[in-house]
């Protein structure tokens, strides 16, 4: 199914006001009124701090470097005398009502004087960051208005994995000057992986000499081709302590926290490449890893590997002057504990009932150390099994659950759940995106979450400290498809993490405006952001032709209606197959199809052009039975809603059925020609996609009996790239009512690729097209 976005009509409006408004403010403030009239930068004006305030001069000198960047008008600073009071400057001055908090500010823009106040670095710096934002460059004005503004959540995060793919130094400064701009205030660096350890450690030189390195990297998605491929190039990269060191200095001044991720037990293929000493198999060779998914190969919980551990948290403590430490915790096999006879001494000796126990054990000792030094731990949801470390915060990531149980338990928490935070989803048409891991998160979507769940009573939704954008990079080689994935998405979690619930119901087609409007700070700044907010929209509704009831008596029409979320491009569109140009003809009124047609268009200005085919065919929106209920709600419409899933890499289009055969109707409503009808089914082996080995498509015209049958095998080769195979019944004519399909799961995966759990084998169906 593809995503509808229908956009009330009230938008169009707003959207002009929004853009002759100029209070784009991203995040929104706590507390906003705008005013009348506005501040005007001159050669005259200055920017006056308390003496002898470090707080206020810092920010103040970052205001002054912007302005004279962006109008260029220098503006200096000037220490506050009684004589400067009466001047229109820009005033700093200590929040005296203190009632603004730690990262709070106000600030008052009048014709005559700009104000701003806070009680913290913090606040000033935040509210620099918001009168950036409101200062309109060419005009060198600031829009009157009064602002008191605070933060919702304490902690606003990005992860950022530079273990699958490294990152440089200038990527991640730029990557934290992007967060300060955002307001957010914590940039989580997952640091080490099975693929790759970047962290340089003094005592273990070989973590970096032979950890940060792997000898190939897997060619294409980890499902993509059966057998799988490398690329036979060695790949590495690490970060020195002094680029470390220079790096929290450089966040530090950008009130950005840096908590840095050791993952123990599990995701340590890199470290026991190293020293396999700390592994259960010491003899075994280990290799840093050259594909994705999860290894086997972990720490094993010995009184070594204890010292190791913690000797490398000394020099991580050494690095982060930040409270917290994140220790990994996630995604941790069991499989080598269960064969290591030392761990099922150890197990037995400390009287643990399993393996998860003594996952928890471990956490538990490295919590008992870490806390020893004054610091505190984060660890991903599944520190709950086996029991919570006492002071742990968790990271709730496979969901919400995790969060709300480690709620309930007293623990803070940072939601931060694969369906609306994990931005190395899609965003838009995997057809038209960069390779990415699957799943499908556009930014309406991640606008949408409310990370304080209300199944928490008051006193445990306080727990709740805040909220993350997480981005693995297995399938984004380069600073540039690293931003490509965060922004804007991020965004939109900074407005969720920032905005507080008194400044009104989030709205998406508000923020849409603002975002837009947002966008020059982007390209300030050089950002490689996913302009897909430009991108057109198509919305479908099917009507019968003159108002018939009668399907057949009239041929059915589609409407396309083609939206787009900026006023002030135009589209252009062709229905003949050929690229659009601004040549094309104008989009100005809905589109009706009477056939199944490619729409091909273009927004000026724009960025992605939109190609989809409608297809109309006689099951369009028609109903279907299964003998097998479907998976989900939306399976029930799926199969013929008259769009086509396009890509194998995208599963949320496909109706999928496990260890069994497909078998359902499809009823056209009454008697109609039939003369083709099609199919296409998924081919993905590795993910355990296969498709039917036969395929029958049946007529009839009571429902009962099927006289009419084609019945074919379907045969493909297991080795080759994922692929999509089409099935077509050619019936030449006939007529029927309902049309029975039919098609043989092929069983269980085939001996030599029992590699997967769940051995049974997934057909995977979508659209049938009846002609
Ligand atoms: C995770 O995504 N494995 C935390």
Excluded at 197 to 204: F, G, L, N
Excluded at 208 to 221: C, D, F, Y
Excluded at 467 to 487: F, G, H, I, S
């Amino acid at each position: 199914m593809k995503q509808l976005l229908f956009l009330p009509l009230f938008f169009l409006a707003f959207t002009t006001f929004s853009q002759d408004n100029a209070y784009n403010l991203i995040p929104f403030p706590a507390q906003f009124s705008g005013q009348t009239g506005q501040f005007t930068l001159s050669a005259s004006t200055k920017i006056v701090v308390t003496p002898k305030d470090a707080a206020q001069a810092a920010a103040a000198q970052l205001l002054t470097n912007y302005l004279k960047t962006n109008t260029g008008l220098t503006i200096p600073l000037t220490l506050a005398t009684p004589s400067m009071a009466k001047g229109k400057h820009l005033f700093f001055a200590v929040h005296k009502a203190k009632r603004v908090g730690p990262e709070g500010y106000t600030l008052a823009v009048t014709p005559d004087r700009v104000t701003i106040e806070a009680e913290t670095p913090k606040g000033y710096f935040y509210a620099v960051q918001t009168l950036m934002q409101l200062t309109n460059p060419v005009a060198k004005q600031i829009p009157a208005c009064q602002i008191l503004d605070r933060p919702r959540y304490a902690y606003r995060g990005i992860m950022v994995d530079v273990a699958r793919h490294f990152m440089p130094v200038s990527f991640i400064k730029k990557h934290i000057d992007l967060m300060a701009m955002h307001k957010m205030n914590t940039f989580h660096w997952h640091l080490t992986d099975d693929q790759g350890w970047r962290i340089e450690i003094k005592k273990y030189p070989k973590l970096t000499q032979i950890g940060s390195k792997r000898a190939e990297t897997l060619v294409g998605h980890y499902a993509q081709n059966f057998p799988q491929q490398y690329d036979k190039t060695p790949y590495g990269g690490f970060y020195t302590q002094d680029e470390i060191k220079d790096v929290v200095r450089y966040a530090t001044a950008r009130h950005v926290t840096i908590v840095p991720e050791i993952e123990m037990p599990g995701h340590a293929v890199a470290a026991l490449a190293a020293y396999p000493e700390y592994s259960c198999d010491p003899i075994k060779k280990y290799a840093v890893g050259t594909t994705w998914g999860v290894y086997d190969d972990v720490f094993c919980p010995t009184e070594p590997t204890f010292t190791f551990l913690q000797d490398v948290l000394t020099e991580v403590f050494a690095l982060f002057p930040g409270k917290h430490v994140h220790i990994g915790g996630d995604e941790c096999p069991k499989t080598a504990w269960k064969q290591s006879t030392f761990c099922q001494n150890l197990i037995k000796k400390l009287k643990l009932k399993n393996e998860d126990e003594l996952q928890s054990y471990i956490i538990r000792r490295i919590e008992k150390f870490v806390t020893g030094k004054g610091r505190a731990i984060i660890g991903w949801d599944e520190i709950l099994e086996g029991g919570l470390a006492p002071n742990a915060t968790v990271m709730s990531w496979r969901g919400t659950e995790g969060g709300i149980e480690a709620a309930r338990q007293k623990h803070n928490v940072v939601m931060t759940p694969g369906a609306f935070c994990y931005l190395d989803k899609y965003q838009a048409n995997p057809a038209q995106e960069p390779m990415s891991i699957g799943g499908y998160l556009p930014l309406e979507t991640v606008y949408s979450y409310e990370p304080t769940s209300a199944e928490l009573t008051p006193d445990q939704q306080k727990y709740i400290q805040g909220v993350q954008a997480n981005l693995w990079t297995e399938y984004l080689k380069t600073p540039e498809a690293v931003e490509y994935m965060l922004w804007p998405r991020a965004v939109a979690i900074a407005e969720i993490a920032w905005m507080p619930k008194q400044a009104g119901p989030r709205n998406f087609e508000d923020f849409a405006a603002r975002l837009k409007a947002h966008l020059p700070h982007l390209d300030r700044l050089s950002v490689n952001y996913a302009k897909r907010l430009l991108d057109i929209r198509a919305e479908t509704q099917f009507s019968d032709a003159g108002g018939s009831v009668s399907r057949d008596a009239a041929p059915r029409q589609l409407q396309v209606r083609l939206n787009k979320l900026d006023s002030d491009s135009k589209i252009f569109y062709t229905l003949n197959g050929k690229e659009a140009t601004p040549a094309s003809t104008e989009y100005l009124a809905p589109i009706t199809l009477t056939k199944t047609t490619t729409v091909k268009a273009v927004t000026i200005p724009g960025e992605t052009p939109f190609s989809e085919t409608f297809f109309i065919h006689r099951a369009k929106g028609r109903p279907y039975t299964y003998t097998e209920n479907p998976r989900t709600d939306s399976d029930a419409k799926k199969l013929t809603d008259g769009q086509v899933a396009q890509a194998p890499q995208s599963v949320r289009e496909w109706v999928e059925v496990t260890g069994k055969d497909l078998d359902f109707t499809i009823d056209l409503g009454e008697i109609k020609p039939v003369t083709k009808v099609s199919a296409n089914f998924l081919k993905k082996v590795l993910f355990g996609y296969f498709p039917p080995t036969s395929v029958e498509v049946a007529l009839s015209r009571d429902g009962q009996d099927f006289k009419e049958a084609i019945a074919q095998p379907v045969t493909y080769p297991l080795e080759g790239p994922w692929a999509i195979m089409s099935v077509v019944a050619d019936f030449k004519t006939s007529k029927a009512r309902y049309v029975r399909i039919r098609a043989k799961n092929a069983g269980p995966m085939p001996a030599a690729l029992s590699f997967r759990p769940n051995k049974a084998t997934t057909l995977a169906i979508d659209e049938v097209i009846v002609d």
